[in-house]
């Protein structure tokens, strides 16, 4: 256990009882923020997938020096 951890169960242990409970609310919230932020990401992240082009791009100098030539041979 860390120190961290071992700070916390020790000030745990000094609350009373019916403080707890608000503690353990505390506590159960964060987690699930976490674990809601993961599921976000992982549902953004397949939306992603989903409408991302997939590249047909053969020859990459070919394709950069065209962009080049559209952007600065005006």
Same mark, same amino acid.
């Given at each position: 256990?860390?120190?961290? +951890?071992?700070? =916390?169960?020790?000030? %745990? $242990?000094?609350?009373?009882?019916?403080?707890?409970?608000?503690?353990?609310?505390?506590?159960?919230?964060?987690?699930?923020?976490?674990?809601?932020?993961?599921?976000? +990401?992982?549902? =953004?992240?397949?939306? %992603? $997938?989903?409408?991302?082009?997939?590249?047909?791009?053969?020859?990459?100098?070919?394709?950069?020096?065209?962009?080049?030539?559209?952007?600065?041979?005006?």
């Amino acid at each position: 256990m860390t120190t961290l +951890r071992q700070s =916390a169960m020790k000030e %745990l $242990e000094k609350l009373p009882e019916d403080k707890i409970s608000f503690i353990l609310q505390i506590m159960q919230g964060v987690n699930n923020l976490n674990n809601d932020n993961q599921i976000e +990401r992982k549902e =953004a992240f397949e939306r %992603l $997938e989903q409408i991302r082009k997939k590249g047909t791009v053969v020859d990459y100098n070919a394709e950069l020096a065209s962009y080049r030539d559209e952007k600065y041979d005006k």
